[in-house]
């Protein structure tokens, strides 16, 4: 591949409790096409040994990597804290995070780094990312908004604030954006997207999309965003994503008066509060669950605020 310049990249790898699957993304990681990779496994406070599993990779994969680095804290902060320290220590560029059970397609990075060496003003890249399971490894659904990233600046933030989601997983950022916007938002603790996506709007810079799939991302039980038959809600997701609505999103969109899709998501969100006061789905009553399933409460998510994320 003919590069105009190899910058170095740093790849973060966000855990907790991840042991069951660390080792995969650690792999991925390593076995990347592209050589000048800085990696950074930063910890929010595991209970179970994924420390210990990363510790003894590091040691023993090390020289694969322009520099290696463990860090952790000794209380669980939540996701954009984590986010965080990762990025203070980081010295690469460019920056990929990648989730302690997902996974990096082998050219991921070469990819990126030709897209950005042929796009000069491009500081966050979005690409293709798979959804698979952790039972058979198998793609569910590509996620790429190709009529959103082909947009200008404003379009792209109208677009955004109505409903449009873009999941940290597709994000390869310059760290000098990051440092511009004071990255992730500890205010909104399990929920680092979208109030990062609305930084970098509001602070002029387009997000470009590179229409590639460079990873991919694991569905499972323990997942904060995944989907499953009993429905039940994630509460610290839950109240980051009210507190992004209350303070971010919502506002936005009386502003623009989107009034309509300001009033269905107060609803869902009521409604869930509601849901979350009676013990989450499993103690509801069949009356309970039959009027909300009339509501159609998670179609409403899809279409309107992707809300489906909170369900696990």
């Known amino acids: 591949m003919d590069f105009i310049k190899e910058p170095l990249v740093s790849i973060i790898v ?8 660390v080792l995969e993304t650690l792999e991925s990681a390593k ?18 040994n994924t420390l210990e599993i990363c510790r003894a990779w590091i040691e023993q994969n090390k020289v694969r990597f322009i520099r290696t680095e463990l860090i952790t ?14 990025v203070k220590v980081a010295k690469g560029e460019w920056i990929k995070f990648i989730a302690g059970d997902d996974l990096l397609k082998v050219d991921c990075i070469n990819k990126n780094i030709d897209f950005v060496n042929h ?7 979005v690409s293709k990312v798979a959804y698979f399971d952790d039972i058979a490894f198998q793609n569910i659904r590509e996620s790429y ?5 082909q947009l200008n600046l404003s379009k792209q933030f109208d677009m955004f604030i109505k409903g449009t989601l873009l999941n940290t997983p597709a994000f390869f950022i310059s760290r000098e954006l990051l440092f511009s916007i004071n990255g ?16 970098t709007l509001k602070s002029g810079n387009k997000v470009y999309g590179l229409n590639e799939l460079t990873c991919y991302y694991r569905q499972h039980v323990n997942s904060i965003s995944n989907i499953s038959p009993n429905k039940n809600i994630n509460e610290k997701y839950f109240e980051s994503f009210k507190k992004v609505f209350n303070k971010i999103r919502g506002p936005e969109l009386i502003k623009r008066n989107y009034y309509k899709i300001y009033f269905f998501n107060k609803i869902e969100i009521k409604l869930n509060s509601y849901i979350l006061k009676r013990g989450n789905w499993a103690n509801l009553t069949k009356v309970e669950i039959s009027v909300l399933k009339i509501l159609n409460i998670k179609k409403h998510y899809s279409k309107l605020f992707s809300f489906k994320r909170i369900w696990k």
């Open 184 to 199: 992730f938002d500890e205010e909104y603790l399990f929920l680092e997207d979208y109030p990062l996506v609305y930084k």
């Open 145 to 149: 908004n190709l009529k959103f990233l």
């Open 31 to 48: 076995t990347q096409t592209y050589q000048n990779i800085e990696l950074i496994v930063s910890d929010d406070c595991s209970t179970d």
């Open 73 to 86: 804290v000794e209380n669980n902060t939540g996701i954009a804290p984590n986010c965080n320290r990762g």
């Open 14 to 21: 966000i855990t907790y409790n991840t042991s069951k699957f």
């Open 119 to 125: 796009n000069n003003k491009a500081k966050i890249v």
